[in-house]
């Protein structure tokens, strides 16, 4: 069983920066693709970027060139930094685990992260 915790929300202005983590325990991290999901308010959860085992990495189209994904194997953590934030990027953002082999797949608890204009 894989627990997951995320870190590093906060209230920030249009264009600032922050950093999210992820801490992962219980499992081998080197056995999972990561992911950072999102839910905004009245929307459904949607993926914002995702970093496979072997660090291939995937983004949302409303984020690609504003925010990286990576992860840390000796830290057990993956990270999203996030630049030039929009208001847009308001939302609760999930961290997600899932094993290569079994599938199977574990989020966090969730961290929210403000925008405003």
């Known amino acids: 069983q894989v627990q997951l915790v995320e870190s590093g929300g906060g209230l920030v202005q249009t264009g600032e920066s922050l950093r999210l983590s992820c801490v992962a325990s219980g499992g081998i991290f080197w056995r999972h693709d990561m992911a950072w999901y999102r839910r905004a308010p009245g929307k459904q959860r949607e993926l914002v970027a995702g970093?496979?085992?072997?660090?291939?990495?995937n983004y949302a189209d409303s984020v690609k060139g504003r925010f990286t994904i990576s992860r840390d194997n000796g830290k057990n953590t993956v990270y999203l930094q996030m630049n030039s934030l929009e208001p847009e990027d308001t939302a609760v953002y999930y961290c997600n685990a899932r094993h290569t082999r079994s599938q199977s797949v574990y989020w966090g608890q969730g961290t929210q992260v403000t925008v405003s204009s």
């Open positions: 970093i496979t085992n072997n660090a291939m990495t």
